[in-house]
């Protein structure tokens, strides 16, 4: 067990709908990353919050957003969904955000879109 | 190609042979990283290495780095059923963007 939670665990929806997928860091961990992981795909970077600023910005669709709550979890909201969204979604939460710091991944919320 | 790409996609081992692994990326970095993933679920990190360091060893891992070739490898000695899972590499961007990059992995089976 990494520490760090992500609900829902599985999330099924419709085309053109909203979601919001939650994360909670490690006790003390300030940084907060989000990542998409198609079927046999690597994971792509989307975003990067540390201590509720938006650090780093990867390929994150317009129709995504993300932010980091003043208690430090974290929550993606993806709107206007898309066959091509279904996806595993990854939360990971670092200490200080820097390159060299170690990343601890959630169990991560696998979501359907049908 | 994307920054860090493993080689090879696949592979089969059996039970105590050693599993090699490559990753070779594009930018300069800062330092390299190496996650693994069992079937569905999280990542784990299981070794760092900077860009000053050539090789460091944790267990019965190996990691190389050869910055000039922007290649790296990962190995793992007397492999072990358990240690069925995908492994990525992760590296950041010089630049010190903050980004990780990770590659789309080598997938890696041991028979028993």
């Known amino acids: 067990d990494s520490g760090v939670t992500q609900t829902p665990k599985h999330l099924i929806t419709a085309t053109g709908q909203r979601v919001t997928l939650r994360c909670s860091p490690r006790?003390?961990?300030?940084?907060v990353y989000w990542y998409q992981q198609s079927l046999d795909q690597g994971l792509q970077f989307l975003i990067q919050y540390y201590n509720g600023e938006e650090r780093a910005k990867g390929n994150i669709l317009e129709r995504f957003s993300a932010q980091q709550f003043p208690d430090l979890h974290s929550e993606l909201n993806l709107s206007s969904l898309e066959l091509g969204d279904s996806a595993l979604y990854f939360c990971a939460s670092s200490v200080d955000g820097t390159s060299d710091d170690t990343q601890y991944f959630g169990p991560g919320t696998r979501l359907t879109v049908l | 190609s994307q920054q860090g790409e493993e080689d090879p996609q696949a592979l089969s081992i059996q039970e105590g042979e050693n599993a090699t692994m490559n990753c070779s990326y594009k930018t300069s970095i800062n330092n390299l990283q190496w996650y693994r993933q069992n079937s569905g679920r999280g990542l784990v990190h299981l070794i760092l290495i900077r860009s000053n360091e050539r090789e460091k060893h944790s267990g019965r891992l190996r990691v190389t780095l050869d910055t000039s070739k922007k290649s790296s490898s990962l190995l793992i000695t007397a492999s072990r059923a358990a240690d069925t899972a995908s492994y990525f590499c992760?590296?950041?961007?010089?630049?010190?963007?903050?980004?990780?990059?990770f590659g789309t992995g080598t997938r890696l089976k041991v028979l028993a």
């Open positions: 006790s003390g961990d300030l940084s």
């Open positions: 992760a590296t950041d961007e010089k630049a010190g963007t903050y980004k990780y990059i």
